[in-house]
């Protein structure tokens, strides 16, 4: 196999982990309005829940459970799911802009909670020597990734054909009335607030689900995995792809990922070592302006929703 | 529209996959890094960048590496693990790296060494990440021994640290430190060694970085009436807290952390304030080796190298490609076994620079051993990759120059040790 194609696979991986992400924040934003600017925080609650689950036991450590990764990982996105519930009921009240303050201000928090809680999260050190699922059965990495691509693919399908599903039912045509008009949907006898909660603690434990597979996937976690900035990727992800879509949302992950790391490796390609020190902030304005210039071309995102109803 | 974004794409791609060909020459092996050059480490991570791409010219003009060219790879993480794994991916997969060098955080390192390094059987050398849990995994076997640093733990610094505390009569030190894995560890340390010494910490405080204000921290830190304080800090945090400190009637019976030698530091401080402090830097500061590293980087870029990660990064690329040179292949499992053999043992000595490495290649040709000492000094990787290295004690004089106050070569912080062990 040729060194692309087994990065192709590396690449693909992450891009899709990350689609399985802009899927439950399409569902919160897309489908219903809802505007989550923590996603980094539930990320990260998916991410250590699953890494505590499954870690090896430590002394210094009050984790460390050894358990299967299933386990794990749906456990993750129930301390997830529980998270978003809390916030959710404390929030969701709050209309959209004053939703997005709360929820950026809970993922900062979480973050830091992350790296004080040391006994808990092992601190900025973060938690080191995870097992990967099923690692020994392959003889390299390769084989090995490629295996790890399939179990993402299949749980994407199973992510995708669920809320498929789901925005199509009348209860998916109830989160695009709360979208749209409120007022109107309250007037017609729905609980808003339980619809948005629903939607809340859903969407995020699908952000958790991709949390947990980062984590079985880099086997490691540690606190510099949960910047802001990832909130901001997942976003322009959406955006792009185009919200209100879930094939916009896998394709965006895809394409803003595709630019975010290979406009790194077509500029290492053919900029002279001697430029290689200043390449680094080529590369970040070079992103920002595909990103304006995809949406100047395609403001509804590469592949929008679908007007006219269903 | 679908045109133009197929357009864009084939030149995209054509650029990526074509550029290269054009420049083939008969033979030549890609070392890759991966660095902030934008993020957080930004202001650091470009002139580390230069000094691996000055040990890569030294060995080029030295005749390259196991009969071929070598080209530097630099590739940005952003400051974040996700983008820094996807550019070690593509270095080890695409450019076919059989050496990475790198990262600066360890929270960027140790992902690219679980997910890129150990499963691809690729060497990994970082300059900076100073971080306990690499020891950890390695001693777990998590590692497979394919990674090395060339920056000292912070453990032997702590201890040094702790016994000049001990030394100077101080009985009840208070610790205020950045909350990083950096600090972390260094205080963590310095506590366990002082306390052993017959210190006292009375306050062990962690403080978040880049806030416009300490003083809660401060304040925590000055409880019970600490006669003494150790700082771990960076410069401009540093100042902050060190201003407050002093401003709130902290005692100027200070010890700093390696990395607030910076004039930027004694600078937002004052040095009046700072004629009582001491502090600790593992960078050798004389000796032959570290004056051929410095004349060599002042020859090429024209100032002298004066920053956090310059010798320790040129270490990390030489001792990478005597290794290379060793194996005589660019095979990251061949670096790794051969690592060892290039730096400790009892062979014939060899510098930094292009002389040094005509020395070293001809040494290897005849079969004879090499043993580098480089800009750092000597350089004996112990069974987990860590390395020990010389301190140096700094102050700071009336008018706010940085001063040497004290040398640990190796014996004296290994007797040190040893005494601390028991």
């Known amino acids: 196999m040729s060194g692309f194609s087994i990065y192709l696979i590396f690449f693909l991986i992450i891009a899709l982990n990350y689609g399985i992400m802009g899927l439950g924040l399409n569902l919160q934003w897309g489908y219903t309005g809802l505007f989550n600017a923590g996603v980094v925080g539930f990320y990260a609650i998916g991410a250590y829940g699953a890494a505590i689950l499954v870690g090896p036991d430590r002394d210094y450590l009050i984790g460390g459970f050894d358990l299967p990764w299933p386990v794990a990982i749906l456990g993750g996105m129930a301390l997830a799911a529980l998270a978003a519930l809390i916030v959710g009921l404390a929030t969701l009240r709050l209309r959209e802009e004053y939703l997005a303050i709360a929820t950026f201000g809970i993922a900062l928090s979480l973050q830091l909670v992350a790296l004080n809680f040391e006994s808990l999260t092992g601190g900025a050190n973060g938690l080191v020597g995870l097992p990967r699922p099923l690692f020994h059965l392959f003889e390299d990495s390769t084989t090995y990734n490629l295996f790890f691509l399939g179990l993402v693919i299949v749980i994407l399908g199973i992510v995708w054909f669920g809320l498929e599903l789901a925005v199509r039912s009348p209860w998916g045509r109830l989160l695009r009335a709360v979208r749209e008009d409120e007022s109107a949907a309250r007037s017609l006898g729905k609980n808003i607030t339980l619809i948005r909660l629903q939607v809340f603690v859903l969407g995020c434990s699908l952000i958790g689900l991709s949390g947990g597979l980062y984590v079985a996937f880099i086997g490691f976690v540690s606190p510099t995995d949960f910047l802001p900035l990832l909130t901001f990727q997942v976003w322009a992800m959406l955006i792009v792809g185009g919200s209100g879509n879930n094939a916009g949302a896998v394709l965006g992950a895809v394409v803003v990922w595709a630019l975010w790391t290979m406009s790194g490796l077509a500029i290492s390609r053919v900029a002279p070592v001697e430029l290689q020190s200043q390449a680094g902030a080529i590369q970040v304005m070079l992103i920002g302006l595909l990103i304006v210039a995809m949406l100047i071309f395609r403001p509804r995102g590469l592949i929008g929703e679908k007007t006219g109803g269903s | 529209m679908k045109k133009t974004l197929l357009a864009l794409a084939l030149s995209v791609s054509a650029l990526m996959f074509g550029a290269h060909n054009a420049a083939a020459q008969d033979c030549e092996i890609n070392v890759g890094s991966v660095l902030s050059i934008t993020g957080s480490m930004a202001a650091i991570g470009s002139s580390i960048g230069n000094a691996a791409a000055l040990a890569v010219d030294h060995f080029n003009e030295a005749g390259g590496v196991a009969g071929c060219k070598v080209n530097f790879v630099l590739r940005d993480d952003q400051g974040t693990p996700n983008v820094g794994v996807d550019a070690a991916k593509t270095l080890v997969e695409i450019e076919k790296a059989p050496l990475l060098l790198g990262a600066i955080q360890s929270g960027i390192s140790l992902p690219i060494l679980t997910s890129v390094s150990v499963p691809s059987k690729v060497t990994q050398i970082s300059c900076c990440s100073s971080a306990p849990s690499f020891t950890a995994l390695s001693e777990e076997g998590g590692t497979d021994g394919y990674f090395f640093r060339t920056l000292p733990t912070d453990k032997p610094q702590a201890v040094v640290l702790a016994s000049i505390a001990a030394q100077k009569g101080y009985k009840r030190i208070a610790i205020i430190y950045v909350n990083s894995d950096y600090g972390n560890s260094l205080a963590k340390n310095f506590q366990e060694a002082a306390e052993g010494m017959g210190v006292e910490v009375v306050n062990s405080v962690a403080y978040n970085q880049e806030q416009a204000s300490y003083r809660a921290e401060v304040n925590a830190a000055l409880q019970g009436d600490p006669d003494s304080l150790f700082l771990v800090a960076f410069p401009a945090d540093g100042a902050t807290a060190a201003r407050e400190w002093i401003s709130f009637g902290g005692s100027q019976n200070m010890l700093l952390s390696n990395a607030l030698r910076a004039d930027e530091f004694v600078e937002s401080v004052g040095a009046k304030f700072l004629t009582k402090a001491l502090g600790i830097d593992n960078a050798q500061t004389e000796g032959d080796s570290v004056e051929a590293f410095n004349a ?127």
């Not at chain 2, 730096?343 to 020395?359: A, L, M, R, W």
């Not at chain 2, 290897?364 to 990787?381: H, S």
């Not at chain 2, 290295?389 to 640990?408: A, F, N, Q, R």
């Open chain 2, 296 to 422: 060599a980087w002042k020859e090429k870029y024209g100032e002298d190298p004066n920053g956090p990660g310059l010798h320790v990064m040129y270490d990390a690329a030489a001792v990478g490609l005597l290794a290379m040179e060793q194996a005589g292949k660019p095979d990251g499992t061949a670096i790794r076994d051969e690592v060892r053999k290039v730096t400790g043992g009892d062979g014939e000595i060899v510098f930094p620079g292009v002389d040094g490495f005509k020395q070293a290649k001809a040494l290897i040709a005849d079969g004879k051993a090499v043993k580098y000492v480089g800009a750092t000094g000597p350089i004996t990787f112990d069974a987990n990759g860590d390395v020990t290295g010389p301190y140096l004690i700094w102050g700071v004089s009336e008018d706010g120059e940085l001063t040497v106050e004290d040398k640990w070569d190796m014996t004296r912080v290994s007797e040190l040790m040893a005494k601390t062990e028991k």
